[in-house]
């Protein structure tokens, strides 16, 4: 499985942004996928997950509230949608995805890692 991150770009704070990790070599479809970041001088961290179905979510509490995630299917893609975006957001943004069912938030548990793409808050 081939991830590949888009949309990550400088914004404001109190901006949204949407970011889109789009899969090749097999569909999404029986994989579970997670979110995670890396701020400069920071260990990665966990955003948010969703399971192979799309019927369940995990967010981090920094994130829960603000950041939501969805699977579309047509594009063979999971988009994570940020709102409210907030100075501490900063961060290189992953995707991750496996075939098994890890606990959302173990990086290394995950197979497959996109190159990740920044986002940038300015205050």
């Known amino acids: 499985v081939q991830l590949v991150e888009s949309g990550g770009q400088l914004v404001q704070a109190g901006d949204s942004l949407r970011l889109s990790c789009v899969a090749s070599?097999?569909?999404?479809?029986?994989?579970?996928v997670g979110w995670f970041r890396q701020a400069p001088g920071k260990e990665r961290e966990f955003v948010a997950a969703?399971?192979?179905?799309?019927?369940?979510?995990y967010y981090s509490d920094s994130v829960k509230g603000r950041f939501t995630l969805s699977r579309d299917i047509t594009k063979n893609a999971v988009d994570l949608q940020m709102n409210s975006l907030k100075p501490e957001d900063t961060a290189m943004y992953y995707c991750?995805?496996?075939?098994?069912?890890?606990?959302?938030?173990?990086?290394?548990?995950?197979?497959?890692w996109g190159q990740g793409i920044q986002v940038t808050v300015s205050s």
């Open positions: 969703i399971n192979w179905s799309g019927h369940t979510t």
């Open positions: 991750a995805a496996d075939l098994a069912a890890p606990p959302p938030s173990r990086s290394d548990l995950y197979a497959y």
């Open positions: 070599g097999r569909t999404f479809g029986n994989c579970a």
